[in-house]
């Protein structure tokens, strides 16, 4: 009985051996994988009419220097913030070219705590704006570069729980899907801005030779786009 025992201790230990190697590896696999960093994404230049034109027939991708909005995001029509209907158009509304925001005209003379939810960084506040895409071709939404530090966009909602303190913390440049199921196509996000300013937005549409451009008011009164 002591025999088999010591045996079966010596075989024990063999095959512990044998193996050990094998799972110092994959240890090492382990903690090699736990520890990478992801890659950081390049800096994002602004969109132009000559990069538009060399990825005009590239589909539902984004523009360069954009982020992409997916099908996946879309949202059903329905109430908005500013508005009791997202489906019947109405002189309420801000249109730039296919796009089509529900109501936000009343915000032109509304104050920054009636229209928006304050950010963590006091000057700025967020504003939610339901947008509405008509036709079928991706339409690509861009704040100038010059207007980044005040004016940022929110439709791409990969990580709803990121903290979102200043424009530069959104997406300057946003390209969104269509074709998702119905015609118009809507997505939910909005806006983070410094108040009491008007926001000039530029909008290229596929088969368009320049971009198509519009302003909305946070509070500003009037506006008039560049």
Known sequence: MIGADS???ATRCAWNALHRPLTAALALVFVACATAQPAKA???SGVTVDTYFRVKDSGQRALPGA?????ATQVEPGPTPHSSSSTAPSPADIVVGPIRWPGLTRIATEDAGTYGDAAPDPRFVVVKAVMAISG???VTLSVPSEERDMVG???RR???TAIIRTPRDADGA???QTRCGHDPTYYAGGFVVAPGRCANLDVFVANRPTALHGAISFGAGGCRDH
């Open 158 to 160: 990969t990580d709803p």
């Open 7 to 9: 045996k079966s201790v």
């Open 174 to 176: 946003d390209t969104l």
């Open 42 to 44: 390049p800096a994002r």
């Open 136 to 138: 079928t071709s991706a």
């Open 153 to 155: 966009l929110l439709y």
């Open 67 to 71: 982020a992409l909005v997916t099908c």
